[in-house]
């Protein structure tokens, strides 16, 4: 059974989704404010959060922050009751998942928490089958989705690992920014391109040693990025079959 938790200071609301929830057999905690949200998504063992982001105490956005700054990758499906851009590119770039504007119907809520599974379903099952990457000095642990460089232990959001391994994955391959915004966020956020350009700077100075030159991930001027495909690429399983 799926455990979710539902952040959402509109009783009322918070109900109807806990009902509908319910009739789709999943188990639903609900908080309603972010300090208690927060506890309970640091704390318990959940397979999405729903999050409000104007809540009392503490806001949906510091809270999302906060739970991927403790490296809790749980989806995160925000909703909110504003449409300014600003609140969408700030939740996308704090490692929420999906984006629900209020008033929305409950089918595309329904619908918005099915595709969430389907995703993490689909990662998993990619994740099987994966192997493990070695470039040069940088190592990938996909089953631990762990990055090190020169052993030592490279720190990276959800989103900024999946980036990476997109990339390293595919030496030489360009991935413009658009095919990159719908391979890792959806299709939905067409148009938030900028969203693409800040996770590859973030990415860049967690990994490169020069920014000005970097040596892994490249810029392909007018279309997008590549990973170098000079540096020597070995796939490796041993970690794996420890």
Known sequence: MKNILVIEDNDSLADLLEIHLKDLDYSVVKAFDGEEGLRLALTGDFDLIILDIMLPKMDG?????????????????MLTSKSEEI????????????????????REF??????IFRRINTIKKEINN???????????DVSKRKVTIRGKEVEL?????DLLY?????????????????????????????????????LRSKIEDNLSKPKYILTSW?????????????????EKQN
């Open 130 to 140: 994966e192997k493990n990457i070695k470039i040069g000095e940088l190592n990938i």
């Open 166 to 202: 997109l990339l390293a994955s595919h030496p030489g391959k360009i991935y413009s920014r658009e095919q990159l915004l719908n391979l890792l966020w959806g299709y939905q956020y067409n148009g938030y391109e900028h969203t693409v350009n800040s996770h590859i700077n973030r």
């Open 157 to 161: 959001t959800a989103k900024e690992f």
């Open 110 to 115: 329904i619908a918005r928490v099915k595709a």
């Open 61 to 77: 956005l510091e809270v999302c922050k906060e739970v991927r700054k403790q490296e809790v990758y749980t989806p995160i499906l």
């Open 87 to 106: 609140d969408k590119v700030m939740g996308l770039e704090m490692g929420a998942d999906d984006y629900l504007t209020k008033p929305f119907s409950i």
């Open 222 to 238: 007018g279309v997008g990025y590549k990973f170098n495909e000079s540096e020597k690429l070995e796939y490796y399983e041993n």
